[in-house]
């Protein structure tokens, strides 16, 4: 089971879950994809996590926009138009009856199979391999309000000209490596620099801290453009609430108000703990009122 804002409450359905590789579909246990895969042999792909509220996609547009830019960006052609990858999402979540809440989709795109395993593209065999997940997963209730607990770690969100950031690729590597120095550290996530040791982000969540009324954020420079972590911007911004996209460091976390992570799975989490500091016990009132507002935002969303 995941932790920290990963924690999900377990759902005997997704045992035999339908999952749909290259548009048919299997039963969980038979899904599969070949060893000379892309996404295997390389981590040559991008992906985007979904969440269906209220029966519809949240922010379909957003996570499509930035899944094709990605796949542009990596000079991979997916094969479809988004009007055909949205069928074939709406056509996984009929399949398994998901038509409310509480489901969770990861949608997978590598280059294809390659006919020898090399990382030139054009060993390349076949159209790009699509794979859409969809389970049955809300986070677990005390995601709202529990206090997670942060670690710094020495593992940094690198330069562009070395692997952008911003690109949401299958090579995570540099996140999981972090993930696991913040679980060494018994903490819940990781608090991951930037190379000119200002916060980035965190290795599975972006980060925001609470200074005087104002909410700050990294520059994003050096983390992916998460849905998310605009959308709570926006809608802070149109409260009337200061957010600013800047450099900042850890003193300015230590001494903040409040502290928050945002992702499309478990939306806003207050923060705790940062390096053993305390930046708060219980989830603080700027956090309380953005939560609402982003509930309200999603709302917005499904009855669009």
């Given at each position: 089971?995941?932790?920290?804002?990963?924690?999900?409450?377990?759902?005997?359905?997704?045992?035999?879950?339908i999952?749909?590789?290259?548009?048919?579909?299997?039963?969980?246990?038979?899904?599969?994809?070949?060893?000379?895969?892309?996404?295997?042999?390389?981590?040559?792909?991008?992906?985007e996590?979904?969440?269906?509220?209220?029966?519809?996609?949240a922010?379909?547009?957003?996570?499509?926009e930035?899944?094709?830019?990605?796949?542009?960006?990596?000079?991979?052609?997916?094969?479809?138009?988004?009007?055909?990858?949205?069928?074939?999402?709406?056509?996984?979540?009929?399949?398994?009856?998901?038509t409310?809440?509480?489901v969770?989709?990861?949608?997978?795109?590598?280059?294809?199979?390659?006919?020898?395993?090399?990382?030139?593209?054009?060993?390349?065999i076949?159209?790009?391999?699509?794979?859409?997940i969809?389970?049955?997963?809300?986070?677990?209730?005390?995601?709202a309000?529990?206090?997670?607990?942060?670690?710094?770690?020495?593992?940094?969100?690198?330069?562009?000209?070395?692997?952008?950031?911003?690109?949401?690729?299958?090579?995570?590597?540099?996140?999981?490596?972090?993930?696991?120095?913040?679980?060494?550290?018994?903490?819940?996530?990781?608090?991951?620099?930037?190379?000119?040791?200002?916060?980035?982000?965190?290795?599975?969540?972006?980060?925001?801290?609470?200074?005087?009324?104002?909410?700050?954020?990294?520059?994003?420079?050096?983390?992916?453009?998460?849905?998310?972590?605009?959308?709570?911007?926006?809608?802070?911004?149109?409260?009337?609430?200061?957010?600013?996209?800047?450099n900042?460091?850890?003193?300015?976390?230590?001494?903040?108000?409040?502290?928050?992570?945002?992702?499309?799975?478990?939306?806003?989490?207050?923060?705790?703990?940062?390096?053993?500091?305390?930046l708060?016990?219980?989830?603080?009132?700027?956090?309380?009122?953005?939560?609402?507002?982003?509930?309200?935002?999603?709302?917005?969303?499904?009855?669009?």
């Amino acid at each position: 089971m995941g932790k920290g804002t990963h924690s999900y409450v377990a759902d005997p359905r997704n045992d035999t879950v339908i999952i749909d590789v290259n548009g048919e579909h299997f039963a969980r246990h038979e899904a599969k994809v070949s060893v000379f895969d892309s996404g295997f042999m390389l981590g040559d792909g991008v992906w985007e996590g979904l969440r269906l509220h209220k029966g519809r996609i949240a922010f379909l547009d957003q996570h499509l926009e930035r899944l094709y830019r990605g796949a542009k960006a990596i000079a991979m052609d997916i094969g479809l138009t988004k009007a055909e990858l949205t069928q074939r999402l709406e056509n996984v979540l009929h399949a398994n009856g998901m038509t409310g809440d509480g489901v969770h989709i990861r949608l997978m795109v590598t280059r294809g199979i390659r006919s020898t395993p090399y990382q030139d593209p054009r060993v390349v065999i076949s159209p790009a391999t699509i794979v859409i997940i969809p389970e049955w997963k809300d986070p677990v209730p005390e995601t709202a309000t529990n206090m997670l607990n942060l670690f710094t770690v020495h593992v940094r969100r690198g330069y562009p000209d070395v692997q952008d950031p911003k690109l949401n690729s299958h090579s995570k590597l540099n996140c999981i490596t972090a993930c696991i120095q913040a679980t060494q550290a018994g903490a819940d996530e990781a608090l991951m620099l930037d190379p000119h040791g200002f916060v980035a982000t965190c290795n599975s969540t972006h980060f925001f801290i609470v200074k005087n009324d104002e909410v700050w954020t990294s520059s994003g420079d050096y983390c992916l453009d998460g849905i998310t972590r605009g959308m709570v911007i926006e809608i802070a911004r149109e409260a009337g609430i200061p957010v600013f996209e800047r450099n900042f460091s850890l003193i300015d976390v230590y001494g903040a108000d409040e502290a928050f992570t945002t992702g499309t799975f478990a939306g806003l989490a207050p923060v705790g703990m940062v390096d053993g500091r305390v930046l708060g016990t219980e989830r603080g009132p700027m956090v309380e009122r953005l939560q609402g507002l982003y509930l309200e935002r999603l709302s917005k969303e499904a009855r669009s």
